[in-house]
């Protein structure tokens, strides 16, 4: 039985000079085969009216592309003007708690409404003068009602750690899991270039030990001990045996192409992100048509 074909995908958060409708075409045409779409002010905005309605006209598009879809809510200020990412499911304030977890649970409908094969998120900073204990039980309680909203809608949470955040880790990624109860509906984003960065292992061992709860897959290089999202080919990462181990868990998902600092010129990391993952992963890995050269 042959592993099940990677399939690249790009996210906006790299595309924000662009308009979405250009950026899903731009997409397509480059042949990746779906996006990661990061609700933002700019695309596809969580916050404005008539979401509903905008929701079905990209999952309308979307489809006419023949592109899939991870949602994202990595937006930096989609929420407050003037703190990044916040506020958090950390905050001290629970009124603005609740804002991050109804941003979130709001999303939820939109990933489901668009047939979105996972929704991503985080956990936050530990604000100054927060306990470590009291931020993991103030993120369990903040999240509890977003895992609901989930499971009933049937949509998989995908919790990325991210460098800094209280779930920074893998480690820290089953610790959350396993205060949930350890959810069906609570997976994993894996973030390759973290696992280069800070993880014990190497990302290909990271890899496999995630297989189980792998729920959407970012990627990008990166260096050791630097959190810098980085174009493919000016870190550290040797990509061959990690796509290989990708591809061997069996992974349906989107792998996204993670660069959220590179968006002035988008199109150009899009087209040569796409072009070097090819070249990277295993050949058993990618379909048909790309393995023989033939039109994306």
């Known amino acids: 039985m042959t592993a099940p074909a990677l399939r690249f995908g790009y996210g906006t958060n790299g595309l924000t000079d662009l308009r979405l409708d250009d950026a899903l075409g731009l997409l397509a045409d480059l042949g990746y085969d779906g996006v990661g779409l990061t609700l933002d002010h700019m695309h596809l905005d969580p916050l404005a009216p008539d979401l509903a309605v905008r929701t079905a006209e990209v999952a309308a598009r979307l489809s006419s592309l023949g592109l899939g879809v991870t949602v994202e809510t990595g937006a930096r200020y989609v929420l407050d003007p003037r703190r990044k990412h916040g506020p958090s499911l950390l905050d001290p304030d629970p009124d603005l708690r609740a804002r991050r977890t109804r941003l979130l649970m709001r999303s939820v409908r939109v990933a489901a409404d668009l047939g979105a094969h996972a929704l991503h998120c985080f956990s936050g900073t530990l604000p ?9 039980r103030r993120l369990v309680s903040a999240f509890e009602p ?12 995908a919790v990325e750690p991210e460098p800094g955040h209280l779930v920074g880790s893998l480690a820290g990624f089953h610790r959350l899991r396993a205060a949930l109860g350890n959810p069906e509906a609570l997976g994993l984003t894996l973030d390759l270039g973290h696992c280069q960065c800070l993880e014990p292992e190497s990302p290909a061992d990271c890899v496999r030990g995630a297989a189980p709860w792998l ?13 810098e999202h980085l174009p493919f080919g000016e870190g550290e990462m040797d990509f061959p ?8 868990t069996g992974y349906t998902g989107l792998t996204v192409v993670e660069l959220p600092r590179h968006s002035h010129a988008g199109p ?23 393995e023989e050269g033939g039109p994306a």
């Open 146 to 157: 977003v895992l609901d909203a989930a499971t009933s809608a049937g949509v998989d949470l």
């Open 268 to 290: 150009h990391y899009a087209e040569e992100s796409l072009r070097f993952l090819r070249e990277a992963a295993p050949r058993a890995a990618l379909p048909a048509a790309h």
């Open 215 to 227: 729920r959407h897959v970012q990627i990008e290089d990166m260096r050791r001990g630097v959190h």
């Open 241 to 248: 045996p990690l796509l290989d181990a990708l591809a061997a």
């Open 128 to 136: 100054p003068g927060s306990g470590e204990d009291e931020g993991w």
